[in-house]
């Protein structure tokens, strides 16, 4: 069987223009796809079937994606070598125009909606030059007033376990974050819009953006108004974060209620939670109800580290903020994770600020229990450099802490 490609519809629409203006055919129904195939033959002696050019145009309804073998003919009728040319000669020509018109709206007064429109669709690869343009646009419709425009990045649906594609939508949502702790009510009052209709909204601003210091600001008006969960875990999550709100208001009845909904609602779930939802699952268990079998549990069943890593890292740190000293040093399970073989070198961006965060917890748990080599030793693993945005302040605080306490033992 042919190895199939993934192809953009951008890619797909190039294709058909180029070959309407060498074949002079509109290509909009079977029958002009039947005149295609037969012109081409003719010109080419290449036999591509009507039924092929159906689906590719997708006038036939097709699910999936054609063939390598089709993309290269398509592409040699139009004066590539194959289809992977083609799509570099793309990628140049769009990069070029999305730059030029980048610049071009940020130095006008007014934006050109139709070229917008031309822009916003060369938009969709998940790779981090695209990321970083759409970094740039949304900065713009900010400064610029436009902020409707960034709903056109909402529509993105991302797969709720690829976590690279959704780190580098945490990228380039920064500045709507941004904006948002400085108050900008527009922009809040214009993603809370789209919460109950946006799936990438709930996975990046709700479950990456997580802005403990503003659940009685933005943030909580963000999850309170969020009540259509399009994602598997959102409303464990929500849940866990109302946890927080009621804890740190000292409002202790109203956390345990919802404890004892949280774990109803783990026990009825029959998909893999996220690593870092369990880790708050656990953490505030523990710190309200001394229930401490959720993390025990967690500890002796996922073999992954990775995951493991995840989960200790959101346990350890929520006792550590909301818990006490002696909840935080009570059990050495942030010991127990085969950590020796990790690097930072080749892993995705969201599991070096993961292990960032690991370590710097790890510190904090030697130190009180004043193992000071560990904690030396430990100090030294953390590459600064790999923090989530939403706790910088948290990070760096704790690390010149660490610092200045491992100095002064010295």
């Known amino acids: 069987m042919p190895k199939s490609i993934q192809v953009s519809?951008?890619?797909?629409?190039?294709?058909?223009?180029?070959?309407?203006?060498?074949?002079?055919?509109?290509?909009?129904?079977?029958?002009?796809?039947?005149?295609?195939?037969?012109?081409?033959?003719?010109?080419?002696?290449?036999l591509i079937s009507y039924n092929t050019l159906r689906r590719f145009f997708k006038i036939l309804p097709n699910s999936n994606f054609p063939s390598l073998y089709t993309l290269n003919?398509?592409?040699?009728?139009?004066g590539f070598n194959d289809f992977i040319e083609l799509r570099k000669f793309r990628i140049t020509l769009n990069r070029d125009f999305i730059h030029e018109n980048i610049h071009l709206f940020s130095v006008s007064d007014e934006m050109n909606i139709s070229i917008l429109n031309e822009v916003i669709p060369l938009l969709n690869e998940d790779h981090w030059e695209n990321i970083y343009q759409i970094r740039s646009l949304i900065e713009l419709f900010i400064n610029k007033n436009k902020i409707d425009h960034i709903s056109n990045f909402f529509n993105k649906n991302i797969e709720e376990d690829n976590w690279e594609s959704l780190y580098k939508y945490y990228v380039a949502f920064q500045p709507i974050h941004k904006a948002a702790k400085l108050k900008n009510k527009s922009l809040i009052n214009f993603v809370k819009?789209?919460?109950?209709?946006?799936?990438?909204?709930?996975?990046?601003?709700?479950?990456?953006?997580?802005?403990?210091?503003?659940?009685?600001?933005?943030?909580?008006?963000?999850?309170?108004?969020?009540?259509?969960?399009?994602?598997?875990?959102?409303?464990?999550?929500?849940?866990?974060?109302?946890?927080?709100?009621?804890?740190?208001?000292k409002e202790i009845q109203e956390a345990k209620s919802l404890i004892k909904i949280l774990n109803k609602l783990v026990g009825e779930i029959k998909i893999k939670i996220h690593p870092i939802i369990l880790g708050r699952i656990a953490a505030w268990n523990f710190i309200v109800n001394l229930d401490s079998t959720h993390i025990?549990?967690?500890?002796?069943?996922?073999?992954?580290?990775?995951?493991?890593?995840?989960?200790?890292?959101?346990?350890?740190?929520?006792?550590?903020l909301y818990g006490t000293k002696n909840q935080f040093i009570k059990y050495d399970y942030i010991t127990l994770l085969q950590i020796d073989t990790l690097q930072y070198n080749n892993t995705p961006f969201n599991i070096k600020t993961e292990l960032s965060m690991f370590y710097l917890i790890l510190c904090r748990f030697y130190v009180e229990k004043r193992s000071k080599e560990l904690a030396k030793k430990t100090i030294e693993k953390i590459d600064i450099r790999y923090q989530f945005t939403c706790s910088s302040?948290?990070?760096?605080?704790?690390?010149?802490?660490?610092?200045?306490?491992?100095?002064?033992?010295?």
Do not use: P
Request: aromatic share 16%.
């Open 9 to 46: 519809e951008e890619e797909r629409q190039f294709l058909r223009k180029s070959l309407e203006e060498k074949f002079c055919l509109k290509i909009n129904s079977a029958n002009d796809c039947e005149a295609l195939s037969s012109l081409i033959y003719k010109e080419s002696n290449i």
């Open 73 to 78: 003919l398509l592409s040699k009728l139009i």
């Open 193 to 249: 819009k789209y919460i109950n209709t946006s799936k990438i909204v709930q996975q990046v601003l709700l479950q990456l953006y997580v802005e403990e210091d503003f659940l009685e600001g933005y943030y909580g008006e963000w999850i309170n108004t969020c009540k259509v969960y399009l994602t598997v875990d959102i409303e464990l999550f929500i849940i866990c974060i109302k946890i927080q709100f009621h804890f740190i208001k």
């Open 296 to 320: 025990e549990r967690l500890m002796f069943k996922n073999k992954n580290i990775n995951e493991n890593i995840s989960t200790i890292t959101f346990f350890y740190r929520l006792v550590y």
């Open 393 to 410: 302040n948290f990070f760096e605080k704790e690390y010149n802490i660490l610092s200045k306490t491992i100095t002064a033992w010295e």
